[in-house]
């Protein structure tokens, strides 16, 4: 089974330009997570949604973040402008309430605003 | 925001060692996830574990759910060089579903 997918894998972009990462979440999960990695602050998790809708957006840093789970199979996390702060790894995650709500992780969005 | 609080911090030991890592926090988890993450990756699901003092393996790995359901362990067996990366604990707060909270890391090194 496919896991999580998220594209693009890897983004180099100037400051002030829009950015947008793509997820797929794993099929049937129900909860969609947002996370952010950087080396000084761990893993912080940005946004969650529940069938599709956001239920904590506490962890996004501020405006400029967006995310938005038009459907079951895809989210996206928009960052408008970019800033050389927001250079970390994007992961999203999903789960299932019936696996005790452990969550999968794909493989990350690598970020570099220069 | 809340934390775990993961020790140690890192580990540098020899092929073959065993190793042990453990996760507390002030207040109760109902749900404990250990992840391990190698460079360039996600965070991958090594050992859930959902009720207190429930002992679950999978390999070499041993994960405990601590029985005041306020902290964790995981134990590697006679680690390999393979076993490099980051482990991190993660813990679903009673009465919040879905919002995990996680450790700091623990970075594992093994010298072959």
């Known amino acids: 089974d496919a896991g999580v997918i998220q594209s693009p894998r890897h983004e180099v972009t100037e400051m002030g330009q829009e950015v947008t990462l793509r997820c797929k979440p794993i099929?049937?999960?129900?909860?969609l997570f947002w996370y952010r990695q950087t080396m000084m602050r761990g893993l912080e998790l940005l946004i969650y949604?529940?069938?599709?809708?956001?239920?904590?957006d506490s962890g996004m840093p501020e405006d400029r973040f967006s995310a938005k789970m038009p459907n079951a199979s895809f989210s996206t996390l928009k960052i408008q402008p970019s800033e050389p702060r927001d250079s970390a790894v994007y992961f999203c995650?999903?789960?299932?309430?019936?696996?005790?709500?452990?969550?999968?992780f794909g493989p990350g969005t690598r970020l570099l605003v220069l | 925001g809340q934390q775990l609080n993961q020790s140690p911090q890192s580990m540098f030991i020899q092929e073959g060692e065993d190793v042990s890592m453990n996760c507390t926090s002030s207040s109760i988890f109902n749900t404990w996830l250990w992840y391990k993450q190698e460079p360039g990756e996600g965070p991958v699901l090594l050992i859930a574990?959902?009720?207190?003092?429930e002992l679950t393996s999978n390999g070499r790995l041993t994960a405990q759910f601590g029985i005041t359901r306020k902290d964790s362990f995981l134990n590697i067996s006679a680690s390999i060089p393979s076993d490099v990366g980051i482990y991190f604990c993660?813990?679903?707060?009673?009465?919040?579903?879905?919002?995990?909270?996680f450790g700091q890391g623990t970075t594992l090194q093994v010298k072959p």
């Open positions: 949604f529940n069938n599709n809708v956001p239920i904590d």
């Open positions: 995650a999903s789960s299932w309430v019936g696996l005790g709500e452990t969550q999968y």
């Open positions: 993660a813990g679903l707060h009673v009465g919040n579903t879905g919002k995990l909270i």
């Open positions: 574990l959902y009720k207190a003092g």
């Open positions: 099929s049937g999960h129900d909860y």
